[in-house]
């Protein structure tokens, strides 16, 4: 049974970068989609930017284009999110997810294998 094991998060003021990881244990992502989700007490689990892992496509929500990027370091076999201009609002629990197939889906049922979350808190 495959695990996915998310590392990196913290506390960070506004302004400042955090990377995620995000890795597979037991089973290879290779030629599966990859993505990070958050969620808060508050909202739902959302979609924050995905990856398909032998092509490199990428997806983002609107919110973080330009301040997030997500990429895969093969030579690791790791999935990073790198997180500049971080703001109050990315504060989140955020999970990486792992689907078999080949559509960057955004919907949360879709992805079959998940991992615990890492706390993402950004304030001064």
């Known amino acids: 049974q495959a695990q996915v094991i998310e590392t990196g998060g913290g506390l960070v003021q506004p302004g400042g970068s955090l990377r995620l990881s995000c890795a597979a244990s037991?089973?290879?992502?290779?030629?599966?989609?990859v993505a990070w989700f958050r969620q808060t007490a508050r909202t739902e689990r959302d979609f924050v930017a995905g990856?398909?892992?032998?092509?490199?496509?990428?997806k983002y929500v609107d919110s973080v284009k330009d301040r997030f990027t997500i990429s895969i370091d093969n030579s690791k076999d790791i999935m990073n999110l790198e997180m500049n201009s971080l703001k109050p609002e990315d504060t989140a629990v955020y999970f990486c997810?792992?689907?078999?197939?080949?559509?960057?889906?955004?919907?949360?049922?879709?992805?079959?294998?998940w991992g615990q979350g890492t706390q993402v808190t950004v304030s001064s």
């Open positions: 037991g089973r290879a992502f290779r030629n599966h989609i």
């Open positions: 997810a792992a689907r078999i197939g080949t559509d960057l889906s955004t919907v949360p049922a879709q992805y079959q294998f």
């Open positions: 990856i398909r892992w032998n092509t490199g496509a990428t």
